[in-house]
């Protein structure tokens, strides 16, 4: 029999902790492929926070005891606790901000993740839609959790973003169907068995009367309340610190990153005009040069041909790859291509695969309403959403979970090691010379551009940084989300409504955006240690393939854990 009082080593720890999370939020358990959620929601009451906040509190105590077990101190058990005990204590520290009080976003608040999880709820057989059905049935009482916390956060003077809330209630009219026609709720319930078609339909119908009274109390009560207090949607740099610790697992140095910020901008800024002068000889900046490709450059025609046309992009990627610089698990190879529902945000995004991978990694395309689709807007960005980038990784961390532990491969996700491996992997199809056309170059430096500009801004707005006199824009003056916009729109190929969609993002989710470059920053250093340790030796193939099999780490300790590779 097993030795039940012997105390449990850190992954342990970690892996009972997942465990708990599941039984608290069904949503999480879907991700993980855990069919018994499938008919559930999390509470989303500031009650149903405080259980997850405990639930914090006692794995930390939990971990404390692991570490001083025999064992507890090795590389496998420390890499792990080292993690866990960052991820508890960010997010403890965010919920006792009472930020949950406020979670108002255009793309990550608990709202979107209710209706998020019922794409990736399981939907192969009667017994599935039934449990959709029960699911559905939580979607009023789930809403009405949210709406008590926010409302809390009225009374306590914790406001959401006025931007951002202008915005929510947009998608919310939309997922309500408002307009007219069908809410979303009821769209993905027509597709379910006629034998259960009068309780889908029920259930629909109650689900989106739900958004559709959420919209109403945040249209009539939540946004007049944050005009009359004259709510602000930036954070200052208090709150920035706290987001940025739990976006990008340090405690980063703001004003150092402000500046590499400005110095990727004039070096990206260099290489563009090169290469618009390529495309477009002549061509004032290299944003005009993008804008004669919106025109006159390669595209698609029609969303059943791009969704086809970048299931190709990633296959084609995926065999180039495998055998040359990655050696991939069969399982690892299966990616998908799909169409965003209607009512997402503008960026592209992924949803990793289950935990046994019947459901495979899928990358995700909002048409935003349009039918044409420029290429060189979507394949560095599809190497970064699907292969080599967000796929490859979060894939073979479940394809490798047995030698980690279940935390470290799945919930214990860092944002900025994941977005900053994205990154890198745009870059290591340029430096492998599958970015050689200058459309496809061009669209990928723009993209680059893009993050760049994100840590610019992001920490600039939100902290009310200065603009430095080297800068070609408002030299001298302060940051501001106007500013902050124009100059987004200025260095961005992408069309009014993305740029308006990412200002509200940003403002949102402060200290994300900017995980991508300064994530790429550290994986780009971690492979050059690395690389200088071994010499001539160095094997890039397994190096890519050591540094995605080590789950999650912030981005100090990433730097640290790849320099050793």
């Known amino acids: 029999m097993p030795d039940t009082t012997r105390t449990p080593l850190p992954r342990q720890v970690a892996d009972a902790y997942v465990d708990d999370l599941i039984a608290l939020d069904p949503i999480t358990g879907t991700f993980l492929g855990v069919r018994e959620s499938s008919n559930a929601l999390p509470d989303l009451t500031p009650a149903g926070a405080q259980a997850l906040a ?27 606790a080292r993690l866990l005990r960052e991820r508890l ?51 009023p009482t789930a809403l009405a959790g949210y709406r008590e916390c926010l409302a ?12 951002a809330t202008r915005t929510f209630i ?54 007049p309340a944050l005009t009359e207090a004259d709510a602000d949607d930036t954070v200052g740099r208090e709150r920035y610190a706290r987001w940025s610790r739990y976006f990008n697992g340090t405690d980063l140095d703001l004003d150092e990153a402000y500046a590499y910020g400005w110095s990727e901008y004039h070096r990206i800024l260099g290489e563009m005009r090169v290469e618009a002068e390529k495309v477009l000889p002549g061509a004032a900046t290299p944003w005009e040069a993008l804008k004669h490709l919106d025109e006159h450059g390669t595209h ?56 046994d991978f019947s459901r495979p990694g899928c990358t995700w395309l909002p048409t935003m309403g349009e039918t044409r689709f420029p290429v060189y807007d979507l394949v560095s960005t599809w190497y970064h959403e699907g292969v080599p980038g967000h796929h490859l990784q979060l894939a073979q961390w479940v394809h490798v979970r047995e030698s980690l532990s279940r935390y470290q491969a799945s919930v214990g996700m860092v944002s900025a090691n994941a977005e900053g491996w994205a990154l890198y992997a745009e870059r290591l199809m340029d430096e492998l010379g599958f970015l050689t056309d200058p459309e496809r170059r061009l669209g990928y430096l723009d993209a680059q551009m893009m993050r760049a500009a994100r840590v ?90 050591a540094a995605l099999s080590q789950g999650s780490l912030g981005l100090d300790d990433l730097v640290d854990e790849l320099s050793k590779l």
């Open 54 to 80: 405990d639930l914090a509190r006692a794995t930390l105590d939990r971990l404390a005891e692991a570490e001083r077990a025999p064992g507890g101190d090795s590389d496998v058990e420390r890499r792990c």
């Open 89 to 139: 204590s960010a997010e403890l520290a965010v919920h006792e901000a009472d930020e949950h009080l406020r979670a108002v976003s255009n793309l990550s608040s608990p709202v979107h993740s209710v209706r998020q999880v019922f794409t990736v709820t399981p939907v192969d057989s009667e017994e599935d839609w039934a449990a959709v059905a029960e699911r559905l049935r939580a979607v």
């Open 152 to 163: 809390l956060g009225l009374d306590r003077k914790l406001y959401g973003g006025p931007r």
């Open 170 to 223: 947009g998608q919310l009219a939309e997922w309500s169907g408002e307009a007219g026609g069908k809410g979303w709720f009821e769209q993905f319930a027509a597709s379910g068995p006629d034998s259960l078609r009068e309780e889908l339909d029920a259930a629909a119908a109650a689900a989106t009367r739900a958004v559709a009274e959420l919209r109403d109390w945040m249209r009539e009560v939540y946004e």
């Open 300 to 355: 698609i025609e029609g969303v059943d041909e791009v969704q086809r046309w970048l299931q190709g992009l990633m296959d084609e990627a995926m065999d180039a790859l495998d055998g040359t610089h990655f050696e991939l698990a069969a399982p690892v190879r299966k990616v998908e291509s799909r169409i965003a529902p209607p009512g997402s945000a503008a960026a592209p995004y992924y949803t990793p695969p289950s935990e």
């Open 456 to 545: 610019i801004v992001d920490i600039g707005m939100h902290l009310g940084l200065e603009i430095p006199e080297h800068s070609p824009f408002h030299p001298g003056e302060r940051w501001t989300p106007e500013l902050a916009q124009e100059f987004f729109g200025m260095h961005s190929g992408r069309p009014a409504d993305f740029v308006e969609s990412e200002l509200t993002r940003y403002l949102s989710m402060p200290g994300q955006a900017i995980g991508y470059k300064l994530g790429e920053r550290a994986w780009l250093l971690g492979r050059d240690n690395a690389r200088k340790a071994h010499g001539e030796a160095f094997d890039a193939k397994a190096w890519h393939m």
